[in-house]
């Protein structure tokens, strides 16, 4: 065989994502923060784009139930047919005027059903700027004040200190006994118990607030392991106090606060914003809208457009006006679809789960993506990027998307369940338990097989785990804790 030079011809196929395609998958992964901030940087970037209103024609109904085909939210193009999304800018056409387009359906008042979501990050002031407001008028000076201010970052929500004094020397370059200092000054600020290490301490320092921390109430504190147990009457030798009195100071303890600073709002959790919103309809199924207020409106200014057109005389200006005024027509556009998939998702997962919105989560069935992916002939990535960081929001309260898809367990009556209703049978079992008789994972076996849950102890452990209840020797100390405060 001879080596030589020779020509010839392939044919082969490769998947190709245009700029503009990838673009489009990237907003139907967006949050709506994110997608807040997409578009302030394409406002910024385009100055023939602009915010319009969303505008609702007078008796306009909103979506029938999920068994309806999500309807059509708008239609930048003028036509009925979506346009590809995957086609590059410069080959849009230019001339093309840009109409207004309409954002939907009007979403349906929900009453007095759906919880105030702009509440949900916490109330008031939080923990930390209340103990702010106190440091200066009980610090000695402004370097004990800037320690203790420094220590306010390592309390908890719950009020407990989780800093470490070594660590936090170093940071500060300050002797090991000044950040002791700054720990005991705010220990004794509101609420009392604040900057405790420990239960034990934390009770310590409110028993000292009530004059009530004599010998025999910090014997009672430093053997709080005792008292979970029920050793009632060694606690009494220890203490050296009488029936009377041991129950007089177990009254006390019970009127302290073991969390002082969950009274206080969190501060810095975000509101949760709704993607979807889901309320009953009048013939028993569910209206399915999307929310407006997470949905900006993007328009072409016509009356912008056509003075920069009188204007533009060159080449190079035309071509530049018509480059933006296709990104513009082209983010509307895939805005549009980004909304229609999200909706058309959504309807399928409420028509699959529509045992969940009326009875709760025990009627949740199993649902993976590729089932929602085949009914609405879409793939599987999609399904998947759709439901990431989107919230569906319903009278039973605000969920992320995803949280309605869950795994399959097997049911004695050869219908699966979804790991989800078992996990929210497990904690209604154990919330019944009582103290004297704590459920172990086998009893919770027998339990849920008696119910049609065909599920071995390994698995039942696996979920009572994931639905963070504790084991059955961790729930008999908290609740025989529980009952002796």
């Given amino acids: 065989m001879t080596l030589g030079p020779r020509l010839e011809i392939r044919q082969s196929q490769s998947l190709v994502m245009t700029p503009q395609l990838q673009q489009a998958i990237k907003l139907l992964a967006l949050s709506n923060l994110e997608l807040e ?41 003028g036509g009925g047919e979506e346009a590809p999304l995957d086609v590059e800018a410069s080959t849009l056409d230019p001339e093309a005027a840009p109409g207004d387009a309409e954002w939907g359906r009007a979403a349906e008042s929900f009453g007095g059903e759906l919880p105030d979501l702009e509440n949900r990050g916490g109330e008031g002031r939080t923990l930390a700027e209340h103990l702010f407001t106190q440091i200066g008028a ?34 500060l370059a300050v002797p090991r006994a000044e950040i002791e200092r700054g720990l005991a000054l705010i220990q004794t600020l509101d609420p009392t118990g604040v900057g405790a290490r420990s239960l034990s301490e934390c009770l310590a320092l409110q028993a ?6 004599d010998p025999c109430m910090a014997r009672l504190i430093d053997n709080l392991d005792a008292l979970a147990k029920g050793e009632v009457a060694r606690l009494k030798r220890l203490c050296e106090v009488d029936d009377e009195d041991f129950a007089d100071m177990l009254a006390e ?43 900006p409106r993007l328009v072409v200014n016509r009356a912008y457009y056509l003075e920069l057109k009188d204007g533009c005389v060159d080449r190079r200006s035309k071509a530049w006006l018509g480059d933006h005024l296709a990104a513009a027509n082209w983010l509307i556009r895939a805005l549009d679809q980004r ?11 409420v028509k699959r789960q529509g045992g969940f919105f009326r009875e709760g989560v025990i009627a949740m069935r199993p649902l993976v993506l590729r089932e929602v992916a085949d009914a609405i002939e879409m793939h599987e990535s999609t399904v998947s990027r759709v439901t990431s960081n989107k919230y569906l929001a319903c009278p039973r309260g605000v969920f992320e998307m995803k949280y309605f898809f869950s795994s399959r367990v097997a049911a004695a009556d050869g219908e699966a369940a979804s790991s989800e209703a078992v996990k929210a049978r497990i904690r209604s079992l154990v919330d019944a338990e009582e ?11 027998g339990l ?11 698995t039942v452990a696996k979920y009572r785990e994931a639905a963070g209840i504790g084991s059955s020797a961790q729930r008999r100390r908290a609740k025989k804790l529980a009952g002796a405060l």
């Fill in 339 to 349: 909304a229609r998939t999200i909706l058309k998702v959504a309807a399928e997962i």
């Fill in 37 to 77: 901030s997409h578009i302030a940087e394409a406002l910024e970037a385009n100055p023939l784009l602009e915010l319009g209103e969303v505008t609702r024609e007078a008796g306009e109904e909103s979506m029938a139930p999920a068994e309806r085909e999500a309807a059509p939210l708008l239609d930048s193009a």
């Fill in 253 to 295: 303890l019970r009127g302290y606060d073991p969390k002082p600073g969950l009274k206080f709002g969190g501060g810095g959790e975000a509101a949760l914003v709704p993607d979807v919103l889901v309320s009953p309809a009048k013939d028993g199924g569910w209206t399915i809208t999307l929310n407006e207020d997470s949905l």
């Fill in 208 to 213: 000292r607030d009530a004059d009530r921390y």
């Fill in 435 to 445: 103290a004297k008789a704590v459920l172990s994972d086998e009893a919770l076996v």
């Fill in 138 to 171: 009980a610090a000695h000076d402004a370097r004990e004040a800037l320690v203790a201010a420094r220590l306010v970052g390592e309390i908890d929500e719950t009020g407990y200190f989780t800093g470490d004094f070594g660590v936090l020397a170093a940071e």
């Fill in 448 to 458: 849920l097989r008696a119910e049609g849950f065909d599920l071995a102890r390994r």
